[in-house]
Structure formats: structure tokens, C-alpha cells
Nanobody, 113 residues
């Protein structure tokens, strides 16, 4: 059984920073890709960053977001800097194991003054 547990969300002022964490348990290993997605109110879920054989960021996410991974802890992180109100969303952790997608329950990030 796979569990992905996100933490680190909360309320932050514009221009602030947050670091999200996602701890994986079960069959997820360092050979599996892990990623962060987000879903803002009324919008579709979108990719923020992938940590796999390569680290991948969509163009819209380059510069302010950084994904990292601690394989010893089976944990992936998302460092978010210079946050904007438009970054308000539920952030989800994702892992792919032999083609199967697994999701965490998400952590809410609210950027507001």
C-alpha cells in the first residue's frame, strides 16, 4: 500500500516562501518519479515539478519553485519562493510506480496579505 503525506502548507504573505514536504511509504522507492501538482479553485490540476531521471519544470514554474528529494527519507520537497496570490492552491504530491499513479490528499497553500 502506498501512502503519500504532504505537509508544510499554510498562509503566507505575497513575496514569502514555503517549503512543502511529501513523505512516501510503501512500495515507492528512489527509482520512482515523484512530482508536485497544484489545483487552484475553479481550475484544472497542473504540474509544478517532477523529480525523476530528470528534474522537470513547466516553463510557467521555472525560477520560483525548486523540487528536491531525500531518498534516504523517501521524501520529496518543494521550495516555493516569492509567492504570489496566484499560487494559492491545493498542492498534491504524486508518485509513479511502474505506470501506476499515486496521490496524496494535498496541502493548502494560501498566499494573501
Amino acid at each position: 500500500q502506498v501512502q503519500l503525506v504532504e505537509s508544510g502548507g499554510g498562509l503566507v504573505q505575497p513575496g514569502g516562501s514555503l517549503r512543502l514536504s511529501c513523505q512516501a511509504s510503501g512500495i515507492i522507492s528512489s527509482n520512482d518519479s515523484m512530482a508536485w501538482y497544484r489545483q487552484a479553485p475553479g481550475k484544472q490540476r497542473e504540474l509544478v515539478a517532477i523529480s525523476g531521471r530528470k528534474t522537470v519544470y513547466p516553463n510557467s514554474m521555472k525560477g520560483r519553485f525548486a523540487i528536491s528529494r531525500d531518498n534516504a527519507k523517501n521524501t520529496v520537497y518543494l521550495q516555493m519562493n516569492n509567492l504570489e496570490p496566484e499560487d494559492t492552491a491545493v498542492y498534491y504530491c504524486n508518485a509513479v510506480h511502474y505506470g501506476w499513479n499515486y496521490w496524496g490528499k494535498g496541502t493548502l497553500v494560501t498566499v494573501s496579505s
